[in-house]
């Protein structure tokens, strides 16, 4: 079966950038998410995804305007999902949220439609029973600035169906991503697996008051010739998302390292408004963070 309805469950940073890059391809793309507040905020994310493609692309205005318009945007879940041949969710990484969405979004949703997550940390088989449809689940997983790094993992659970594995593959390459199989189910998938562990080590380097988050990233940058260093990368990705999966790693282990983390993100910077880049502040302030100056990496 060809995906032509793609519906997008949740429309953060991530999601509005699937729908619209999938809606740039030429799919006809739904947006859903739980309110007219949260969908008017979508509508200003993807808005203000243009001057990227434009800039990283060259893509022509026209072209930009024909995507948007080929995107819907709808608060009640039985309609968004009514004609979708496919339903990618990007809500957020808390495993109730999570169980209770699927739940729902089994009953919801056509019997042909397939179900791709777009889970950061967990694993398909975590929910693939909540959704009714088990063989036709399977994880979806982007990198953030879809547009560029355009990475797609697709990793299935042991009773996901081979014909709906390479059916995901298939649209991944046709949405314009380098489509990267799992052969086993892998918490983190390949680029987590190896990302994530930098990204809490840099962290805790910081709760322990080892340095401060300039002098780590810069140590990074100077040290790999990496472009960003892991707090700049942390801005990216959104301290909301840091924060659930440290939290949910300090419920789940006890380790007072990791709470101590997830406080220090809650207090210091969720609390006071400091989301990240998309927010114009986080570890770094924006549009002209300090990693960015000609002057940073310098003796």
């Known amino acids: 079966m060809d995906f032509k309805q793609v519906t997008v469950a949740g429309s953060g940073v991530l999601g509005s950038q699937i729908a619209f890059q999938t809606a740039y391809k030429g799919f006809q793309v739904t947006v859903y998410d739980i309110n007219d507040a949260a969908l008017d905020k979508a509508k200003e994310r993807i808005q203000a995804l243009k001057p990227h493609y434009v800039h990283d692309l060259g893509a022509a205005e026209a072209d930009l305007e024909a995507a948007y318009n080929r995107i819907a945007f709808n608060s009640d879940l039985a309609q968004a999902v009514s004609q979708a041949d496919l339903v990618i969710e990007a809500i957020p990484e808390v495993v109730p949220i999570k169980t209770e969405f699927y739940a729902k979004l089994g009953q919801a949703a056509p ?37 560029k790094n355009n990475t797609a993992e697709i990793m299935g659970h042991p009773g996901t169906d081979e014909q709906v594995f390479n059916q995901v593959v298939a649209f991944a390459k046709a949405i314009g991503m380098v489509a990267l199989p799992l052969h086993k189910e892998q918490p983190g998938y390949i680029l987590n697996s190896l990302l994530v562990p930098l990204l809490e080590a840099a962290q805790q380097l910081l709760v322990k008051e080892v340095a401060d988050p300039e002098t780590i990233d810069k140590t990074w940058m100077v040290g790999t010739g990496a472009p960003l260093g892991p707090f700049a990368i942390l801005d990216v990705v959104g301290i909301n998302t840091a924060y659930n999966i440290g939290n949910a790693k300090a419920q789940a282990t006890g380790n007072p390292l990791y709470e101590k983390v997830a406080n220090l993100l809650k207090t210091e910077y969720i609390d006071k408004g400091k989301l990240g880049r998309e927010t114009g502040e986080g570890f770094y302030k924006y549009p002209n963070p300090s990693f960015a100056s000609p002057d940073f990496l310098k003796p």
Do not use: M
């Open 111 to 147: 019997a042909h439609t397939v179900f791709a997550s777009n889970s950061s940390t967990l694993l398909p088989s975590q929910f693939a029973e909540a959704t009714g449809r088990p063989a036709k689940f399977l994880a979806l997983h982007f990198a953030n600035e879809i547009w």
